[in-house]
């Protein structure tokens, strides 16, 4: 297993108990990261969406490494490129521990030799988004967000 993989396990891991950095300042106006009105709501919102979003993708991948015979090369292009977008999604929603973690991910996917490699920083990728969606979850007020919308609908 690459150092990398390791790392990204031990981030992963303190993260299972502690909620992130960036989570805990999501929501802090103080920090400055708020959206153009000053707001956390969209930022967080994006945030959201996104751990979704990027646990799919590699969910996708993954399983087509497992049931397709899909060459190791085109697997790490479409690894880099989802972890390249996706850094650059979660950049916008201030997330930057997340987004330096990707980042990292995606220059460590060129020294990559077996599938079983690739495997293992998908599984840990899968399992970060994961996570993070789990801190961020909580913060979301859907039940208010679903009351405001039923009355400007109805």
Same mark, same amino acid.
């Given at each position: 297993?690459?150092?990398?993989?390791?790392?990204?396990?031990?981030?992963?891991?303190?993260?299972?108990?502690?909620?992130?950095?960036?989570?805990?300042?999501?929501?802090?106006?103080?920090?400055?990261?708020?959206?153009?009105?000053?707001?956390?709501?969209?930022?967080?919102?994006? =945030?959201?969406?996104?751990?979704?979003?990027?646990?799919?993708?590699?969910?996708?991948?993954?399983?087509?490494?497992?049931? =397709?015979?899909?060459?190791?090369?085109?697997?790490?292009?479409?690894?880099?490129?989802?972890?390249?977008?996706?850094?650059?999604?979660?950049?916008?929603?201030?997330?930057?521990?997340?987004?330096?973690?990707?980042?990292?991910?995606?220059?460590?996917?060129?020294?990559?030799?077996?599938?079983?490699?690739?495997?293992?920083?998908?599984?840990?990728?899968?399992?970060?988004?994961?996570?993070?969606?789990?801190?961020?979850?909580?913060?979301?007020?859907?039940?208010?967000?679903?009351?405001?919308?039923?009355? =400007?609908?109805?």
């Amino acid at each position: 297993m690459s150092s990398f993989i390791e790392k990204f396990r031990s981030v992963r891991e303190e993260m299972w108990a502690n909620k992130p950095r960036e989570i805990a300042e999501a929501l802090d106006k103080s920090k400055g990261y708020t959206d153009s009105w000053g707001s956390s709501f969209f930022p967080t919102l994006y =945030a959201w969406e996104e751990t979704v979003a990027s646990r799919n993708a590699f969910l996708t991948v993954r399983k087509t490494m497992l049931e =397709a015979d899909a060459d190791l090369n085109t697997l790490k292009l479409l690894t880099r490129n989802l972890l390249d977008l996706y850094a650059s999604y979660f950049k916008m929603t201030n997330m930057r521990d997340t987004t330096k973690l990707l980042l990292e991910a995606s220059q460590e996917v060129e020294k990559l030799t077996s599938k079983t490699e690739l495997q293992d920083l998908l599984e840990e990728l899968i399992r970060y988004s994961g996570r993070l969606h789990y801190w961020i979850e909580p913060m979301m007020p859907w039940e208010d967000i679903i009351r405001t919308f039923e009355s =400007a609908t109805s």
